[in-house]
């Protein structure tokens, strides 16, 4: 009889203890105790659990503390580097301190075996559970869908498989994620000499290394030798002067080749949907650094800010969220002689590249985007577009008629005429999606008033974008004080790359499980990242 029916094996001691774990911290909470206090009060059974570093191990944190503090973790779906925030857990949890994020990965794929993981995910999720279906409310606790699609509460293997669990074992998230690794970094040549010290891979790496651990390039340099020895990885010196060899031309057709091999990974998947839904957005990175030959800072809105800015073309809906395209963006500033930024044909770039890889069918865009030559790129590029549109006059005196006839949807049919083509299209006056006003939008789509407000809700596909940013700045993005541009770009780029792998990771586990695709993550963007860096590390 295998294990996992044994009543007296291991891990069946394991399960229930888990479970008795569970039950007291959901009943601990329904009494009316905190997140923070249930967990730190809670029963911990470690009879049947091995603590992966011995005693003689440095790390100075308790076995105990980070059970603790990884159940937190799985019943709020923190990332490490928020995690890593929040130090007023570490003294109810048993802790000095709550370790950066990369103690916090390696705890979890080193210091836990899997049945260590196996504990703290089982009582965490059933937690979850009961907190959703018979309360209290807790607002921290991870939405209940995130947990049920997972049979850990299984005990026959076989079971598993025949029930299209969503669990998967480390050896194959490890081997997944070497795959997407390996459509995504071919693509990048720096030019440097075949005879140079370290290979590109090897600054891959520590580029890897320093987003995951959200450091600069010099002290990721030294914590990176440290981890994996001095004569392996390269000085931060080194790694900068690398990167500057770089061109943005050479980066972004980089960029284009990755976004190629990674989406004919799941070229052949059925639940890769076509055509697709894109949205445009800008995103910024602010500098503070001195303005003098710094053509590509942007101004912003406040008189002091300044930064960086990248227009992303991403797959957006119910699909799988990749950024296919990057393009930097050069505004015109009152400190050079940069000419105004011409939007629509960034828009022509970002759409172009993107078809050569997926079919678009519909593009959303933001009122950053709100112009007669964007309306027209994307009707000459053969794609519908819904874009909402800045309120001027004339959309005010359709606003007033409409209030004053107490109707709470209108659609204006119009044209654009440039030089560079003509179309029809319609303006949607539709009820605001936050209860307040009427929002414009504007679209090349023939739509009926009995239909435009359910057609715009499509635009809430866009806001994908604002979690997507957030993930790649606070996940992926290493810091960096260079004006070099071709530093800032290689670290935009690069980040934005290992996004994509993750969520490429994410979508080939996912995709040979039965059932609708789920796009929740199987695994968090620290421990992707985790995982490409060791894998990129060449075996003994």
């Known amino acids: 009889m295998s294990e996992t029916l044994d009543p007296l094996s291991d891990r069946a001691c394991r399960m229930t203890h888990a479970y008795k774990t569970g039950i007291e911290l959901s ?37 105990r503390g980070m059970l603790r503090l990884f159940i937190y973790r799985e019943m709020t779906d923190d990332s490490y580097r928020t995690l890593e925030t929040y130090q007023e857990l570490a003294e109810p949890f048993g802790l000095d301190h709550v370790p950066d994020e990369a103690v916090l990965s390696r705890t979890w794929w080193n210091r836990f075996d899997e049945g260590g993981r196996e504990y703290v995910t089982v009582a965490a999720h059933f937690v979850v559970k ?45 081997r997944t994620t070497r795959l997407a690794r390996d459509h995504a970094f071919d693509g990048f040549d720096s030019g440097r000499a075949q005879n140079a010290s370290y290979e590109d891979t090897q600054f891959f790496e520590l580029q890897t290394f320093m987003g995951m651990v959200g450091c600069g390039t010099a002290q990721g340099a030294v914590r990176f030798q ?8 390269p000085h931060g010196d080194t790694h900068l002067r690398a990167v500057k060899q770089f061109e943005p031309e050479a980066l972004i057709e980089g960029f284009d080749k990755a976004s190629d091999r990674l989406l004919s990974a799941i070229a052949s998947e059925a639940s890769f949907q076509r055509p697709v839904t894109a949205a445009i957005d800008i995103t910024t990175i602010p500098y503070y650094g001195d303005l003098e030959g710094m053509s590509m800072v942007s101004g912003m809105q406040g008189e002091e800010e300044r930064a960086f800015k990248f227009a992303t073309l991403s797959i957006v809906g119910e699909n799988i969220p990749l950024v296919l395209a990057v393009e930097p963006i050069r505004e015109s500033s009152a400190w050079d002689r940069n000419p105004p930024n011409q939007v629509h044909r960034v828009v022509r770039r970002l759409v ?13 865009c933001d009122r950053e985007f709100d112009s007669k030559n964007v309306y027209q790129t994307l009707s000459n590029l053969g794609v519908n577009y819904l874009i909402p549109k800045r309120i001027n006059s004339t959309e005010r005196k359709v606003i007033e008629t409409m209030d004053a006839d107490g109707q709470g949807v209108a659609v204006e049919s119009a044209s654009v005429h440039l030089e560079s083509g003509s179309h029809s299209m319609q303006f949607l006056y539709v009820p605001s999606t936050n209860g307040e006003g009427t929002t414009v939008f504007a679209t ?10 359910s057609f715009c809700r499509r635009y809430s596909r866009r806001w994908q974008i604002e979690n997507e940013y957030k993930s790649i700045k606070n996940d992926f993005l290493a810091k960096t004080s260079s004006k070099d541009y071709r530093v800032r770009l290689f670290y935009f780029v690069f980040a934005v790359l290992l996004y994509n792998i993750w969520r490429l990771t994410d979508f080939l586990l996912k995709a040979g499980v039965d059932g609708e695709m789920d796009y929740a993550h199987v695994l968090t963007a620290g421990e992707c990242v985790e995982l490409i860096a060791s894998a990129l590390i060449p075996p003994d």
């Open 27 to 63: 009943e601990t909470i329904r009494d009316g105790a905190c997140l923070r206090a249930a967990v730190s009060e809670a029963t911990l059974y470690t009879e049947h659990l091995e603590d992966g570093y011995p005693e003689w191990h440095p790390a100075p944190d308790s076995f």
């Open 352 to 364: 172009t590249r993107a078809k050569e890889y997926v079919p678009v069918e519909t593009v959303l």
């Open 444 to 453: 090349n789509l023939r739509v009926g008033p009995e239909e435009a407000e």
């Open 226 to 233: 440290f981890r994996q020895g001095k004569e392996y990885g």
């Open 130 to 174: 009961e907190i959703h279906d018979h309360g209290p409310a807790v607002p921290a606790v991870r939405p209940k869908e995130e947990v049920t699609d997972s049979n850990s509460e299984s005990t026959d293997d076989d079971e598993q498989d025949e029930s299209g669990s969503n669990e998967f074992s480390d050896e194959q998230i490890r």
